[in-house]
């Protein structure tokens, strides 16, 4: 079975700074997928990015990026310039049929 | 295009009635999902859909059960509900199993 485990069930960051979310995994799949997605208070999720776990390169996404660690399976998201609207829930998940999400991470963003 | 919708929003049951949540897509998606999500759980799985007329368990599937008649709707069922599947249900879908899965606004449900 997979396992996605956030470490940091909350963090805090003032606009305009830089904040990164932690997350590994464990996986037996050779091939999968990684994701972080955002959940907001209206309670939508929405995909921030994705990252296919047989490229090196780390995705990024305007002011979103990760730093994969593959051979320590871990995904962490960084959120640079940070806005008032990034304010929300975050779960990383992993998969390839199907995905794991983690328990999330709550960023609270401060004036 | 409307995306993912969920049907109803919100629903409140008693122990040991039924009721069915309805999930539709739009975007010809092949595969569909339904997860629950509860306080300090994040989501999990409790059945998907990789075809139209194909189902298969999640993480939780006990006490669900699921159709997939039309490729466009997902179909999830509480025959006995009980007060354990209070919860808040997600369906998405993708249209393969490594795409973004795209959500619908969810389902608050409340059994007393």
């Known amino acids: 079975a997979q396992t996605v485990t956030q470490s940091q069930p909350e963090m805090s960051v003032q606009e305009a700074e830089t904040v990164t979310l932690s997350c590994t995994y464990d996986t037996s799949e050779s091939d999968y997928y990684l994701f972080w997605y955002k959940q907001p208070p209206s309670r939508q999720m929405i995909l921030v990015i994705r990252q296919e776990a047989y490229k090196q390169q780390n995705a990024t996404e305007n002011r979103f990026s990760v730093n994969f660690q593959k051979a320590a399976k871990s995904f962490s998201l960084k959120i640079s310039d940070s806005q008032l609207g990034d304010a929300a829930m975050y779960f990383c998940a992993s998969g390839y049929s199907t995905l794991t999400f983690g328990k999330g991470t709550m960023l609270l963003v401060s004036p | 295009n409307a995306g993912v919708t969920q049907t109803p929003k919100f629903r409140v049951l008693k122990t040991g009635q039924s009721m069915t949540l309805l999930c539709a897509q739009d975007?010809?998606?092949?595969?569909m999902y339904w997860y629950r999500q509860d306080p300090g759980m994040g989501l999990r799985l409790i059945h998907y859909?990789?075809?139209?007329?194909?189902?298969a368990k999640g993480e939780v599937p006990d006490g669900y059960n699921v159709s997939r008649l039309k490729k466009q709707n997902f179909l999830l069922g509480l025959e006995s509900a009980a007060p354990s599947q209070t919860s808040v249900y997600f369906c998405a879908s993708s249209q393969t199993r490594s795409n973004e899965q795209f959500f619908g606004p969810g389902t608050r449900l409340t059994v007393l």
């Open positions: 859909s990789v075809g139209e007329g194909t189902t």
């Open positions: 975007m010809n998606h092949e595969y």
